[in-house]
């Protein structure tokens, strides 16, 4: 593994995101958690998996400028597609997902926080969905998620302000189950791990399955439609002047084209 590490103790597994300086999501450590969960899903020493990122965060977002190599609408859907079916993957896996989350979650890494069963958070946490300040929109089921959670009102604040808000603030809104100072985070999401392990992973299955359940066809069709609308608005001149601001570090322009 090159942007991941994964061990596993007292059955609870813990996957690391090792891609400084941000822990940004390339094709290729999502093509590494794909490989991970091949691995943990099969080993019935395993009940729970914690995953966090190394360093100052859990995950800054996607790879900008990963996106500069693709140049046709076909290609960042597919790309969408890819990251949307991993993470419906996460959310429906047999064994239970803790995001212990510090630092920033952020565009893509937020998304792949919200595919994880729990979601506990430092106080100083950032999470947000910057994606429409680049001229582009969320493309990993960000856009029907982050409703769920939060309500029509608040996801259409976080996205279209692209602002983040606090660990404290995440917990409020419903978008995480409780906020810790960042140096106590790990201790209580392996506590947590630990009182879940002990249930009978057939229970944990089945309940995952059922909390599943909660996902209506509109769901399924509105991620589809995410995947869509991520290729035309990425290949859009607005979504390619904020790809190139974003890299030059400056103000993009947007013109509605």
Aim: glycine fraction near 8%; hydrophobic fraction near 40%.
């Amino acid at each position: 593994m090159e942007y991941l590490k994964w061990s596993y103790e007292d059955a609870i597994a813990t996957i690391t995101i090792e891609r400084p300086p941000a822990n940004a999501l390339s094709q290729g450590l999502l093509k590494e958690l794909s490989t991970v969960l091949d691995e943990i899903e099969p080993n019935q020493d395993i009940r729970v998996i914690v995953i966090h990122g190394d360093g100052r965060f859990f995950s800054a977002g996607a790879d900008i400028k990963e996106f500069t190599t693709l140049d046709t609408s076909k290609g960042f859907t597919n790309l969408s597609t890819t990251g949307q079916n991993l993470f419906e993957r996460l959310e429906t896996f047999p064994k239970p997902v803790i995001a212990a989350i510090h630092g920033a979650a952020l565009g893509g890494g937020l998304e792949l926080a919200m595919s994880c069963h729990i979601r506990l958070v430092s106080e100083n946490a950032k999470l947000g969905l910057p994606e429409l300040s680049l001229g582009i929109i969320p493309g990993f089921g960000g856009t029907q998620r982050l409703r769920r959670y939060v309500g029509n009102s608040r996801a259409a604040e976080m996205i279209f302000t692209s602002e983040p808000i606090s660990g404290v603030d995440a917990v409020q809104y419903g978008l995480a189950n409780d906020a810790y100072p960042e140096t106590e985070l790990l201790d209580n999401a392996y506590k947590l791990a630990h009182i879940i392990a002990k249930k009978s992973p057939l229970s944990l299955k089945a309940a995952i399955e059922l909390l599943n359940y909660s996902k209506s066809k509109e769901f399924y069709e509105g991620v589809h439609k995410e995947a869509e609308l991520f290729g035309e608005v990425f290949t859009s001149e607005d979504g390619k002047e904020g790809v190139k601001a974003f890299i030059e570090k400056r103000e993009p322009h947007f013109t509605g084209k």
